[in-house]
């Protein structure tokens, strides 16, 4: 029972540290910079 019980928790553990990083990578990431004295917005 406990196996199972920290397997569960792996795998809860591993799918809250993966889903954030999978979300940044695939959304563009936009702020603004400064080019030539003016503000741009880049998205990356």
């Given at each position: 029972?406990?196996?199972?019980l920290f397997?569960?928790?792996l795998a ?7 889903t954030p ?24």
């Amino acid at each position: 029972m406990k196996k199972v019980l920290f397997a569960l928790t792996l795998a809860a553990v591993t799918v809250g540290v993966v889903t954030p990083a999978y979300a940044d990578y695939h959304h563009p990431v936009c702020h603004k910079v400064k080019v030539h004295h003016h503000w741009e917005k880049r998205c990356h």
